[in-house]
């Protein structure tokens, strides 16, 4: 007589196998090259910390026809993902009390708000990219200059990178 469990895990571990390979499937590389660099690029800008630099290299580097939209779809990911970063900070500040900040903390805010979506240019930067966009929403700058700011800062990005790991790393 089987347990009863084994038929859950083996329903289960189906289930998992069913919508996991063709996700797999979709995202994988270079048959679906594009969406796999928007997906990883948008993950990316959130704040979960992952790279999206390998995938777009990954594509190019097996595809070198596909830099310009490589480029391009990745900035759409990233931006995209910055702009939800940003809805998550202006949320954050409808739900979060005021609470006590060390005196950096408050001169960095002073700072965002002085140079105000502008400061988004510098949401390329690794590690404060994203929080800053958070920032931004948090402190409810303007959202289509940040968005639009995000984009140049993010366009450039993917330039420069892509271009030099193709110069370090060849066609």
């Known amino acids: 007589m089987p347990l009863p469990a ?3 895990v083996c329903h289960t571990r189906r289930l998992m196998e069913t919508w996991l390979e ?3 499937a979709i995202l994988a590389l270079p048959q679906y090259g594009l969406s796999t660099v928007f997906v990883v690029s948008f ?3 959130t704040l979960v910390p992952l790279g999206s630099e390998p995938a777009v290299f990954g594509l190019v580097k097996l595809n070198p026809e596909m830099f310009w939209p490589a480029i391009f779809v990745a900035t759409a990911g990233n931006t995209l993902g910055g702009a ?4 998550m900070g202006l949320a954050s500040h409808k739900v979060i009390d005021r609470y006590q900040q060390s005196k950096n903390h ?3 805010l002073d700072w965002l708000q002085r140079i105000g979506p502008k400061a988004c240019l510098l949401s390329w930067l690794p590690g404060i990219g994203d929080p800053l966009c958070a920032v931004a929403g948090w402190l409810k700058l303007p959202f289509w200059p940040c968005v639009f700011y995000m984009a140049i800062g993010k366009f450039g990005r993917y330039l420069t990178m892509t271009a030099a790991l193709i110069g370090v790393f060849g066609n």
């Open 6 to 8: 084994q038929p859950r």
């Open 43 to 45: 993950i990316s800008a």
């Open 22 to 24: 063709p996700l797999l």
């Open 84 to 87: 939800v970063t940003w809805g």
């Open 106 to 108: 408050i001169r960095a």
